[in-house]
Each structure stands twice: as C-alpha cells, then as structure tokens.
C-alpha cells in the first residue's frame, strides 16, 4: 500500500488544529516570518477577521473579510461573539469564535496574527491555544529596521521604539519566545513549533492510537 | 557589527539545557532518526552511561562510556547516583545524575536513549525533561520491519510483537508521540521538537531580556 501524507498526523492535521496566536512588536519581522511559514506548512490558515470598514477593490466578502455594518458587530460584540476585537480609528475589527471553532473542528490550524492586547483577549477567552512572539535582535536594529522603511520621521520612530519597548515586556506572557536575528532561521524555528506543536500527545494520541489498532 | 549564531538563543543553547528522554518500541526506527538528528543539530550530545561490562577494542573510557566495575557500580546505585540504571543480562548500564547535569549547565542539550522503564525513573528522579516517543505506522508495518532484519526466527517475531504491543501502551506518558511513516519527516519532525523546545519561554527569556536591554 503506497502510504499517503494524509495518514500521517504530522501532515494532515488530525483530529482537532489548534490557535497559534502570534505577536510581536514593529519591525521585528512577524509579517514576512508568518508568510513564509504558511507557504510551506499545510493545514494552516489565517482566521477570516470580521470588520466594519468596507471592502477594497478585489476584496471578497467572508474571504478576506466578513464585512458587516458598525450595528451588526456591536451586536456581535453583545453577544459575546469575538475571542477579540479591537478599534482602529474609525473600523472595528474582530475574530469571530465561531470562525476558530469551525476551523479546528476541522482539524486545522490557525493563525491570528494579533498584538499584545488582543493576544491578552484570547487567553481570557479561549481554552487552549499557542502563543508565539516574535523579539528582534536588539534594540538597536529594532531602530535599524524601522529607520530603513524611509517612510517616517525621526519622531515617530522615538514613538514606536517606546511602544515596542512596552509591548516586548508582554513577552513573558507568550509560551514561545523566538528571536528574528537571522531570518531563515527564525522563518525554520516557528515552522518548527508549529510541527513540534502537531505531535503533543494529547493531539495525536486518539489518531495514533487507531492507526495502531490500540485500545486503551 | 556582524552577528553570529552564538548570540542566537535558538542555534546556541543558552542559560541551561533540557534533557530529551526518547524511547520506541524496536523496530519503530529511533536510532536511525536520532543519528540523523543528531547530526543537524549543534549543542545536543549523548550522555556518557556508566558500565560494568569491559571495553570493547576502540572504546575510550569517558567518552563511550565510564567503565565502572560491579562494586563500583553498587555504590553508585546507593548513592543515588543513576537517574536510571538497568540490567542486561549480566552487565549493569547507568546514567549518572551528574553526567546530565553538568552538560545541561553548560547549556548543551542532553538526549537519553533509553526504554519505557527506564523513562519512568527518569520521570521520577529528574526535575523536567521533554519525553519523546516514536512509533511505527502500524502493527503490519512494524512486523514488516522486523522481518526484513532477516536475524529473527518466526517466533521471535512474535515475542518482540508481543513487546512492542505492552511498550506502546506506555506512549501516553510521553510529551510527544511522533509516528514513522516517513523517515524524512519523522527526523524534520524530531529535530523541529528540540528547535520549539529551545524556543519555550523560559529557557529563552533571561538571556533575550538581557539582549534586549530590558530589567522587568
């Protein structure tokens, strides 16, 4: 019989995915490490995100985005629907528990990428779940890094160097701390606990114990 | 300043390293996959057994093992010097408590090769430890393998069944279950598992802080 990835729990997500919530501050890489990782993962997906702002040329409706009106999302909000949410300027963005569920249920993984506040959320309101953050080097190529977008002065850099020194101190909140000095290995060690995460007894045993033919 | 990958908490193991206990029913692959392991991972070496039997030609004393005579050994055993020891056939093999401790200190991770029993003395004489168990993708495969060795009569295939049947029932007391279906990415899966391990919080978290700058 030819074996199938599909058989193996470390491919194929088997039984229930799991949250992988992930975090870090400006300009320690989350972004491009996140997009690289989920090119080579399968069974991982980003949670579809509820907004209230309207959609962008192209943008498709519980694709990108459920897009809802501002009393729709307060009703949402009422009925205790987000894991988070959170407002910026003007949009009410949120991730929809129904959303996560269905998706674990299936057995995938999913992703949020999420700030510290948001991330502060799931823990109140989630049973589970895996929480990266992602650190740069140092401080001084944290400042390297923002300096070389070119997009801002010199003030907004001072202000975001002092909002990421706050928010790094939410690292210990996180189960995983991963330091984006080098990018490909940063981009090796999350796919890792991703992989690692996959193969924790309590995920794969009911699986590899059928597989087995164990019953216990 | 050009970086290396000694400030990488990731490549170099910092602060203190971990103690990886992996066992597997024969036949499941574990050497084959530990060897390969082993051989893409910096800062993770065996820990040097204690032995009554006498060297081998080639064998260095300190380095394949510390070769200890029957009294000697004994004396250990009470001292409570073995995080786990063991008897096959007339010789007795050991794992001091020392040996693992001091390499752990010196921040290098620590692997044990060692059966079901031996990871329950392990469990209960040593403070952590990441429990790895590896298992084939199923029985029929696994008799499969155990022919193809072509050293064993019929019978002992099935007494070594037998055995491996009891072995696998001790998988749920190991932190991950990792299946080899395909040993290409049974090793990814198993050094990604040292990689996350390396990563946890808080075995990263002075030294990140430290890299940082942060006193919290």
Redesign the interface.
Known sequence: MK?T?K?????AAPVRGELFVVSAPSGAGKTTILKRVLAHLHGVTYSVSHTTRPPRPGEVDGRDYHFVTHEEFRELIENGAFLEWAQVHTDLYGTSREEVEQAVQRGEDVVLDIDVQGARSIRENYHGGVFIFI?????EELERRLKKRGTETEATIRVRLENA?RE??A??E??????N??LD??V??V???F???R???DR??PL?QA????T?
């Open positions: 074996r990835h058989n193996n729990p470390q491919v650190v740069p080097p140092s401080m020194r790094l101190e690292m210990v996180y189960d995983y701390i991963v330091v000095d080098d290995l940063a090796e060690v796919k890792s606990i992989l690692a995460e193969t924790k007894r794969v045993l590899v597989m087995l033919g164990l216990l």
